[in-house]
Nanobody, 113 residues
Framework: QVQLVESGGGVVQAGGSLRLSCAAS??????MGWYRQAPGKQRELVAA???????NYVGSVKGRFTISRDNAKNTVYLQMNSLKPEDTAVYYC?????????WGQGTQVTISS
């Protein structure tokens, strides 16, 4: 079993920045990423990163968000800049480990206009 503990959510004005962190309780051998779910919408992939550092972003956040990973700390980060009201959602950490998929509890990100 893997526990994922997220931190860093909050309320920020449009144009501001937030940094999310997600610490895994053990070694992760595969991808880690961030998903988000806004009210009334489906959960969507925001960004993902392989163990080797290759990244993938949804189009709406490219150029504004940066995902990074510290394998020594089993931690993944999401630096979010130039935030927009449409970025408001619950953000979930995700990890794939030896064929299993794990989710964090979610952290609320609210962008005020």
């Amino acid at each position: 079993q893997v526990q994922l503990v997220e931190s860093g959510g909050g309320v920020v004005q449009a144009g501001g920045s937030l940094r999310l962190s997600c610490a895994a309780s053990r070694y992760i051998n595969n991808d880690m990423g961030w998903y988000r779910q806004a009210p009334g919408k489906q959960r969507e992939l925001v960004a993902a990163i392989t163990r080797g550092g290759a990244t993938n972003y949804v189009g709406s956040v490219k150029g504004r968000f940066t995902i990074s990973r510290d394998n020594a700390k089993n931690t993944v980060y999401l630096q979010m800049n130039s935030l927009k009201p449409e970025d408001t959602a619950v953000y979930y950490c995700n990890a794939r480990n030896f064929g299993e998929i794990y989710w964090g509890q979610g952290t609320q990100v609210t962008i005020s206009s």
